[in-house]
Nanobody, 123 residues
């Protein structure tokens, strides 16, 4: 079992920044992948970014490239999502998730999920 706990969401004005954190605990494997997804009201959960724990390779959804940055702190077993230049379309619940599969874009490819953290961007 893997437990994931997100934090860092909140209310921010358009153009502002937020950093989300996700702390992982439990039985993790050395070659796992941590991803961030988001789900806006009435929409499907969508992929945002992911990082390979071993080596730190990253990839992003088109909507996140150039504005968001995913990183990890191995000592703290924590993954971060730095979000800059936020706009109203970024308003959603953000989830971190754990997978053993690299370049997995579908939510079904992730085995464990956090509880989510709300990000609201005001005009």
């Amino acid at each position: 079992q893997v437990q994931l706990v997100e934090s860092g969401g909140g209310l921010v004005q358009a153009g502002g920044s937020l950093r989300l954190s996700c702390a992982a605990s439990g039985r993790t494997f050395s070659s796992y992948v941590m991803g961030w997804f988001r789900q806006a009201p009435g929409k499907e959960r969508e992929f945002v970014a992911a990082i390979r724990w071993s080596g730190g390779s990253t990839y992003y959804a088109a909507s996140a490239k150039g504005r968001f940055s995913i990183s990890r702190d191995i000592a703290k077993n924590t993954v971060y999502l730095q979000m800059n230049s936020l706009n109203s379309e970024d308003t959603a619940v953000y989830y971190c998730a754990y997978s053993l599969h690299w370049r997995e874009l579908a939510p079904g490819g992730y085995e464990y999920w956090g509880q989510g953290t709300q990000v609201t961007v005001s005009p």
